[in-house]
């Protein structure tokens, strides 16, 4: 089994930075071969993919919306994968899910294996 658990999650004023982490830990050999996403999923809406990472780190992937503003990376000797998110706006207010899954694209479209609990993001105006 993988365990997810996300952190780095608060208050922001609009504008402001966060960067939220998601340590991996269980079957590490497992984790070390999985590609790492980001969803978020804001009050009365749907789930949405913001960024993922290979399980090398070398190729990312993100919503077109938040390119420039969102980073995704991955620290393959902590087994944690991160997302730098910067100029924040009201509109980013939700909770976020790291998800882990066989491959960037399979993630990428939803199709995680393993799931973390989330952290709430709140950005103030």
């Known amino acids: 089994q993988v365990q997810l658990d996300e952190s780095g999650g608060g208050l922001v004023q609009a504008g402001g930075s966060l960067r939220l982490s998601c340590a991996a830990s269980g079957r590490t050999h497992s984790i070390r071969a999985m590609a790492m996403a980001w969803f978020r999923q804001a009050p009365g809406k749907e789930r949405e993919f913001v960024a993922a990472v290979s399980w090398h780190g070398s190729t990312t992937n993100y919503t077109e919306s938040l390119k420039g503003r969102f980073t995704i990376s991955r620290d393959t000797v902590k087994n944690t994968v991160y997302l730098q998110m910067n100029s924040l706006k009201p509109e980013d207010t939700a909770v976020y899910y790291c998800?882990?899954?066989?491959?960037?694209?399979?993630?990428?479209?939803?199709?995680?294996?393993?799931w973390g609990q989330g952290t709430q993001v709140t950005v103030s105006s």
């Open positions: 998800g882990a899954g066989s491959t960037i694209a399979a993630v990428s479209a939803g199709g995680c294996d393993y």
